[in-house]
């Protein structure tokens, strides 16, 4: 008898431990994707997406209203310019979905939801990158290797691709733009450049580690990537030519952000770099502030914005002395967003789901889901 | 701690994976094998237990005992330990193999999904669990996932008109009732403990395997196949492999009487 209640009891923990681990549509299996525009913050954290109102952090939607189970969001959701927000879920619908935040319906139980404006189910893996729109047309690349070319304008509620372009790897990160290229980063070590008019690949070129975050493009017309070789690269765009022009202590997550000629971008042992892309050089010597780095620097008026892992986020000057620091709780992964006069952040672990800074740092208000 | 035992798991898988030309479905049956081979005595340790257990179980001293303390629960345990002692057995040995399979289990399934990176933050966690200084991590990453017909770190199933057939749970369930059944020896005795227990792990276990392998990612279907597999090899090279119990049980009857 005894021998049964423990194997029994055995079997319960063991499906117990298990389905704990399984990762279904529940917060905080990674870190949440957060855009805002004028009035809205939106935070795509787990089982849905919310519309956040700026002014008092108050909930004013959620997607999809009930849980559902093929739901996961956590790919940063886009806000166009005619005011839709598209996002993509992790779950095991692969769906992509473009929300109307202006037409906003409430269901029996009282919770408002934005209306669907189109969705589009052709890909076959999750959406983590945010996609990239174009005038009317929208560039996604999904975790299972393809870039889909979607039509804005074609008035379809259920969308189908214009072209499906198969590029390869695990894609992660949102395509950037020369206005003539379409440059695409890939988990499986490699750059890839697509005509923007033809849909063409022009180049597909190895690069030394996995990038996980976007390319961007210099002053100098030069891609600059970083990667988990720990380098930061530079490629030429239109021949796909790329050399290494600086070595990071660690793995190089977060996407270089520009600002005048200088590139900012921080590493996972935590230090933050400041790269002159027309002398070759850093502007300063690295600085660490205190945790790894995986959110994009913030680029303000008066300063440059880094969060890290430790919740806490810096801001330095240009000459990269600190001029504040706030310890905002959880763990920051999240690259934080600007809006009118507040910084957003999103930690992952803290007691609140978004929270709202001044321009100096201190707290206005904080977003906890359920209050 | 338990962090650190997943690492270890981790490491050794992406070890195997970066030995074999990068396939993660051969990495996990090699690690499989090593698993088998490391527990290897454990499971021998039960074999010989469950033998002498029932070798127990029909004989006299064990009977008489039974049927003299029937209302004595208490002196029945005592007469009981004193001939486990006198013959060196010790009835919680058949369990331990069984029991260390479940934090395997678990730490297995936490290292594939970990390994395979399929979130940020997985692949973050992963950049965290390096431990064997010779592994170029960031040179692998990402591991390919794809193993013949699978993505091993999503569950398994195959269209067949329509419906998403569960192709390898049903293997993990028919290989898990054959290992049970095979491992279970012949009891004539009705009031056999050991041989009821036997008999429900043998109804159950594949429940639940098959279970795991439609929920969780295919990987793990994977170690249980082959660990299922290599038990019955293991008991079949041995000879203790009681193939007879596979067969219903008027069939049984009489390929006895033959």
């Known amino acids: ?371 | 701690m338990w962090d650190y035992f997943v690492s270890i798991f981790v490491n050794v898988l992406i070890w195997i994976y970066d030995l074999v030309g990068n396939n993660f479905g051969i990495a996990i049956i090699l690690f499989t094998i090593l698993i088998r081979i490391v527990t290897w005595p454990l499971n021998a340790q039960q074999m010989k237990s469950a033998a002498a257990m029932q070798q127990l179980q029909n004989d006299k001293e064990w009977q008489a005992i039974q049927k003299k303390y029937a209302k004595d629960r208490e002196k029945l345990a005592q007469e009981q330990m004193r001939i486990y002692r006198e013959r060196k057995i010790n009835p919680f040995s058949s369990c331990l193999p069984t029991l260390i399979q479940f934090p395997i289990i678990i730490a297995l399934y936490q290292s594939i999904t970990r390994a395979l990176g399929s979130s940020p933050l997985d692949l973050l966690k992963l950049s965290r669990s390096i431990i064997f200084p010779f592994l170029d991590v960031a040179d692998l990453i990402p591991l390919n996932s794809k193993f013949l017909w699978m993505d091993l770190g999503h569950p398994e199933s195959i269209p067949i008109f329509g419906f998403a057939f569960p192709t390898l749970a049903l293997i993990v369930a028919i290989t898990t009732y054959v290992q049970s059944k095979l491992t279970l020896p012949a009891t004539a005795n009705p009031n056999d403990q050991s041989a009821a227990m036997g008999k429900m792990m043998s109804i159950y276990m594949p429940l639940l395997l098959g279970y795991f392998s439609i929920t969780f990612a295919s990987g793990l279907s994977v170690y249980f196949i082959t660990s299922n597999v290599l038990g019955i090899v293991q008991y079949a090279m041995q000879g203790k492999a009681n193939w007879s119990s596979l067969l219903p049980a008027s069939l049984r009857s009489q390929s006895q009487k033959k």
């Not at chain 1, 917060?27 to 700026?54: F, H, K, N, Q």
């Not at chain 1, 779950?91 to 408002?112: F, K, M, P, V, Y």
């Not at chain 1, 290797?145 to 979607?150: C, K, S, T, V």
């Not at chain 1, 990537?225 to 030519?241: N, Q, T």
């Open chain 1, 1 to 371: 008898m005894r021998r049964k209640v423990l194997f029994v009891t055995m079997i319960l923990l063991a499906a117990a431990l298990l389905s704990g681990c399984a990762g279904g549509p529940v917060r905080g299996a990674t870190w949440p994707g957060l855009a805002a525009d004028e009035d809205m913050a939106y935070l795509a954290d787990g089982p849905s997406v919310l519309g956040i109102d700026l002014a008092d952090g108050r909930e004013v939607w959620r997607y999809p209203a009930e849980n559902e189970r093929g739901f996961i969001f956590y790919s940063t959701p886009v806000v166009t310019p005619d005011g839709l927000v598209i996002v993509g879920s992790a779950g095991t619908d692969n769906i992509l979905i473009a929300l109307d935040s202006n037409d906003i319906n409430r269901n029996e139980n009282n919770t408002s939801s934005p209306a669907v404006v189109w969705t589009f189910e052709g890909a076959d893996d999750q959406w983590v990158a945010p996609p990239l729109v174009v005038d009317d047309k929208l560039f996604a690349v999904n975790s299972d290797g393809y870039l889909y070319i979607l039509d804005l304008q074609d008035g379809q509620s259920t969308k189908q691709a214009v072209e499906a372009i198969r590029v390869d790897g695990r894609l992660w990160a949102q395509p950037t733009t020369d206005g003539e290229r379409v440059f695409i980063t890939a988990l499986d070590h490699s750059v890839i450049a697509v005509d923007i008019e033809t849909h063409e690949v022009l180049w597909n070129d190895a690069t030394e580690g996995a990038v996980a975050g976007s390319a961007v493009l210099g002053p100098d017309g030069m891609l600059y990537v970083g990667s988990f070789a720990s380098r930061l690269e530079k490629i030429d765009p239109a021949s796909g030519r790329r050399e290494p022009v600086l070595e990071a202590e660690n793995w190089i997550w977060s996407t270089p952000v520009l600002d005048g000629d200088t590139l900012y971008f921080g590493d996972l042992n935590g230090w933050f770099y400041a790269f002159n892309t027309a002398s070759g050089s850093l502007d300063w010597p690295p600085v660490q502030p205190d945790g790894p780095i995986t959110a994009n620097p913030l680029i303000l008026d008066e300063y440059v914005l880094v969060a890290t892992e430790s919740g806490s986020v810096f801001a330095f000057d240009r000459a990269g002395e600190m001029l504040w620091s706030q310890a905002v709780g959880g763990k920051i992964y999240t690259t934080p967003v600007a809006a009118g006069d507040l910084i957003l952040i999103a930690p992952l672990e803290a007691e609140f789901h978004l929270a709202a800074l001044d321009q100096n740092g201190r707290q206005v208000w904080t977003f906890t889901e359920g209050n």
